[in-house]
């Protein structure tokens, strides 16, 4: 985990236990987490993206969407190279 993610769940964990709640990053506010990302490096930054994308794709709507372009693309709907090349240069 980021260093300065596991001290802002550490202190949250010590906080909840008093309180006999589950700790969870709910127990922050929004504002609390924005301001613990902008002090993160860059580094830091990246690893939690790749964390939030890796959580989005577990969920079971994503599974369910991706499963569903897959096998359009096995029943030959997909796009070929030059479609897709115009589709880009299109934008």
Known sequence: ????????????????????LRATFSAMSVLEIKQ??????????QE??????RLKHETPEWKKAAATRVAEMQKGR??????????????
């Open 36 to 45: 613990e990302l902008s002090r993160m490096s860059k580094r830091e930054r």
């Open 1 to 20: 985990m980021i260093p300065s993610l596991r001290r802002g769940t550490a202190s949250i964990r010590r906080r909840c236990q008093h309180s006999g």
């Open 78 to 91: 997909g796009i070929s190279p030059a479609e897709l090349q115009a589709r880009i240069s299109g934008r």
């Open 48 to 53: 939690l993206h790749a964390y939030l994308i």
